[in-house]
């Protein structure tokens, strides 16, 4: 080191800017993010609902499928409200089971529930198709006879297919419930779902706060005309000019 050369002076500080009236007295930090609301108890208990009453109904169907199938008498037929569905629950019930579940885990990490119109198309194809399947279901099994009763049937098959249906229709009846309520709480969830936007706070304040930009508006018009030029007529000569005198 040169003993005559200076000490490095220490660097002076930038300047704080100027405050200003406009300028915040705190500054701005990640906790003034308002957090998502809780979801509901109710909503949660729905979602497990369906999760748990997927799979019953997609058994039931199955079950039903396979003794009609395999083990039901010659003169039996399931009701047509009930045989045109059977296959159809059972994919509807595996459906809403995976929905409810990937709902119930997301709630769990994230504390939100799935995308709205997911949500809602979701929850009202699985309403529609449970609760149509249930009631066309109970009106059929209700109004039309199990066992076929033209021709001439023997007593014996007859007998025999009276008591297979009793007692199927209690397993008939058990699936169709199951049916139904699947359905309610798919249109219970429908509907939250759907209300939800019109419930929030932070929707009607975004709202309210909708202003429509100040501005003048000028309109101009702009009118030419083209010049036509065609070919004139000869002049008239006037009548009223007196004949040129004769020369003497």
């Not at 039309?144 to 209690?170: H, K, M």
């Not at 304040?205 to 009118?223: A, C, H, M």
């Amino acid at each position: 080191m040169d003993p005559g050369a200076q000490p490095e002076q220490p660097r002076p500080a930038d300047p704080l800017p100027a405050a200003t009236e406009a300028t915040p007295l705190l500054p701005r930090s990640d906790a003034t993010v308002t957090p998502p609301p809780p979801v509901p108890r109710l909503v949660l208990i729905g979602h497990w609902i369906t999760a748990i009453g997927g799979p019953i109904v997609a058994a039931l169907a199955i079950a039903i499928f396979i003794i009609v199938q395999f083990h039901s008498p010659p003169r039996y037929h399931l009701p047509y409200g009930i045989q045109d569905f059977v296959i159809q629950m059972i994919f509807a019930g595996f459906l809403s089971t995976i929905w409810a579940t990937a709902s119930i885990f997301r709630v769990r990490q994230l504390g939100l529930l799935m995308p709205p119109l997911v949500a809602v198309i979701m929850h009202g194809v699985l309403a529609v198709w449970s609760a149509v399947t249930s009631i066309q279901g109970m009106i059929s099994l209700a109004r039309n006879s199990q066992c076929y009763d033209w021709g001439y049937p023997d007593p014996d098959d007859t007998l025999r297919c009276w008591e297979f249906a009793s007692r199927i229709s209690v397993l008939l009846w058990v699936y169709l419930g199951a049916v139904l309520v699947i359905g309610l709480v798919h249109t219970a969830l429908l509907i939250f779902t759907c209300s939800v936007p019109f419930r929030g706070v932070s929707w009607r304040e975004s709202l309210n706060s909708w202003k429509f930009p100040t501005g003048q508006l000028t309109v101009e018009f702009t009118i030419k005309f083209l010049r036509q030029e065609h070919s004139l007529p000869p002049p008239v000569p006037s009548q009223n000019v007196a004949p040129a005198a004769d020369g003497a």
